[in-house]
């Protein structure tokens, strides 16, 4: 009878708990299936952060993220370009299998998404800022929030108020992508710096290119828009039920191409309580990757056509390799004097 007693009691605690405050009920169920933010930016060397070892670019926010939860040195783009990149992200496909292998064509018709799995699972996917994938009967996004100018820049910016309104009324597990334009061109002629701040890199040409202190300059804008994010996140109390990923798409001086430059990407993850700070990992890893591993997260199931393989153990600190190989392409690109020759990487 004693016991019986106590489990009433206990099941009264637990109903009040979980329904006397909608907040708390939310936090609940996102403990046990995180939100998904993913900040991605817009050509940038992987050596263009603090972080990974750039002195003279404004990047303090990827370098707190950073500080706070594990930073990847070997992970890969299979295409040096936006849209190819983008697709490989949101399919788990390398770009000729998703069929988005040359800048600014659709993926096939019939693709499955990361949105297809993850609203089977119950959660929101939206998008944020840039698109730049198609065909939209594919990208059915449960939300767009579109970019927006401001005053007379060339540049269009994240829409911060939208972001804050749609975490403010959230009420499933949600999937963010937060996709900036920065640091891609058109760059500012009148910025902050000059040739003398501008850090060498090992495949640094003996003559800076002219647009290299504009790039400085939408860094240090991107960094304020990270930063608008991350205030946000706080905000809302979503930091500690939150995996919160920044990467770039690729590099901007490899570009089109199949080198190093071009096709290793920045990329950190911020997890509290799951992920242990200010580690890295040198595991090999692609961005066909993140589909898989997202599902994995979650206990959802990986669908066996996909390219890519979970990460998840790594996050945790697990060195273990994931891949034996993996994969890059370049094509003419769509894009008017470019590298014309087809070309294929493999990489151990």
Partial sequence: MLNYIKLIFL????????????TISKKLIN????NFIFYLADDQDKLDYGTYGNPNVDTKAV????REGIKFNNFYTGQAICSPTRSQIFTGKYPVKNGCFVNHIGVKPKMETIIDYLEKEGYE????GKSHVKPNSVFKWSKFLDLIKIGNSKQRYLPISKIDNYLSKVEKPFCLIIASTFPHGPYPKLNDYSNQD??????????????????????????????????????????????????????????????EQGLKAPFVVRWPEMIKPN??????????????????????????DIDGSSFYKTLLGDENEIHDYI???????????CKVFPSRMVRE
């Fill in 11 to 22: 099941s009264l605690l637990l109903f009040n708990f979980i329904f006397s405050d909608g």
């Fill in 31 to 34: 403990k046990q299936r995180p």
């Fill in 63 to 66: 370098d707190k993220l950073a």
């Fill in 125 to 128: 996917v939206v998008l944020a």
């Fill in 198 to 259: 501008i850090f060498k890199h090992p495949y640094t040409a003996k003559n800076i290119p002219k647009y290299k202190t504009g790039y400085y300059q939408n860094i240090k804008e991107d960094n304020s828009q990270i930063n608008d994010v991350l205030n946000l996140v706080d905000k809302h109390n979503l930091k500690n039920n939150s995996l919160f990923v920044y990467a770039a798409d690729h590099g901007i001086s490899g570009k089109w191409g199949l080198s």
């Fill in 279 to 304: 580690i890295q990992s040198d595991v090999i890893l692609s961005f066909v990757d993140v589909v898989p591993t997202f599902l994995d997260i979650i206990k959802a199931k990986i669908p066996e």
């Fill in 327 to 337: 994969y890059g392409v370049s094509t003419m690109q769509n894009i008017q004097k």
